[in-house]
């Protein structure tokens, strides 16, 4: 009988096994190989295991500065995206009491979403720059009496473009985490006198932590993975670790591109393990 249970077991996750070792663990291992290899110069590599790609990685400086700029866009990223997902969730579950209503604008903020990613990055440059939108009306009201040159090409122009990009990423996880909260828990609280903070500290926070961790997943991975954005809107004076990769990659080296790749998978793997060891969010995607 427990044979047959087994059998039935490996039965019903053998479709998820068939995607998962080919697309996800077969390139990772691929990887991971790949970081010990010694490269030929000309795209090749030569099977003889080192570590020397290892030492390089940790032993250069400019490298350590590029995971350093990296964890720092991560972290800004999360804290503007946080703040603004969460109370752009509390508000259309907690203040908008018509639920169609709600979920009408919950949609609306999908909207800009709809399109590509690179043109809603690209569409901060006519606003950002220095004869841009910001600046015009700034100057055009006496608040500044030339161009503010921080606004475009520079780090506070990447976190603003990777801010308006992930944001729905942390609004989406909140807002079903907060929508399941009874709204009875909250009258209760009210008439037992708990103040507006007590209710957010002790209720609507505590009941939203899934979502908030599922949104921290999605926006954190998404920052330690891309480039792109780093390049284009600090108009090449910044650069992230993936930037580094993508220049190994270019330049065929192949050994070195790996093993930055596979510190880089650690460092997500270790900061996704921390969040799930505040939160358990399968109850919240088993929902």
């Not at 032993?59 to 350590?64: I, N, R, S």
Request: net charge positive; glycine share 6%; proline share 3%.
């Amino acid at each position: 009988m427990a044979a047959r249970a087994n059998t039935l077991a490996w039965f019903y996750i053998s479709p998820l096994v068939l995607v998962l070792v080919p697309f996800f663990v077969l390139p990772i291992l691929v990887v991971v190989i790949a970081s010990f290899m010694e490269s030929d110069g000309f795209g090749g590599m030569i099977p003889h295991l080192t570590l020397a790609n290892y030492a390089a990685v940790f032993g250069a400086e400019l490298t350590l500065r590029l995971y350093a700029s990296t964890m720092k866009f991560a972290l800004l990223t999360w804290i503007f995206t946080l703040g603004i997902g969460f109370w752009i969730a509390y508000f259309l579950v907690f203040h908008v009491r018509n639920q169609l209503l709600a979920i009408g604008l919950f949609l609306l903020c999908t909207i800009p979403f709809w399109t590509s990613n690179i043109i809603r990055m690209i569409s901060w440059i006519p606003l950002l720059g220095k004869n841009g939108l910001v600046n015009s009306s700034l100057m055009g009201v006496g608040l500044i009496h030339q161009p503010l040159e921080f606004l475009l090409f520079s780090d506070f122009a990447v976190v603003v473009a990777y801010v308006h990009q992930l944001t729905i990423f942390m609004i989406v996880p909140i807002f079903n985490a907060m929508a399941r909260i009874d709204k009875r828990t909250i009258e209760a609280a009210l008439d037992a006198g708990a103040s507006r903070y007590e209710i957010m500290r002790y209720i609507v926070v505590p009941l939203s932590k899934n979502g908030i961790a599922l949104g921290s997943i999605f926006v954190l991975s998404i920052v330690m993975g891309d480039f792109f954005v780093v390049k284009v809107m600090s108009g090449g004076g910044s650069a992230s670790i993936v930037s580094a990769l993508f220049e190994d990659i270019a330049v065929l080296q192949y050994p070195s591109a790996a093993a930055a790749a596979v510190v880089l998978l650690l460092a997500v793997v270790v900061m996704i393990s921390l969040i799930l060891r505040t939160v358990d969010v399968r109850k919240e995607i088993a929902r």
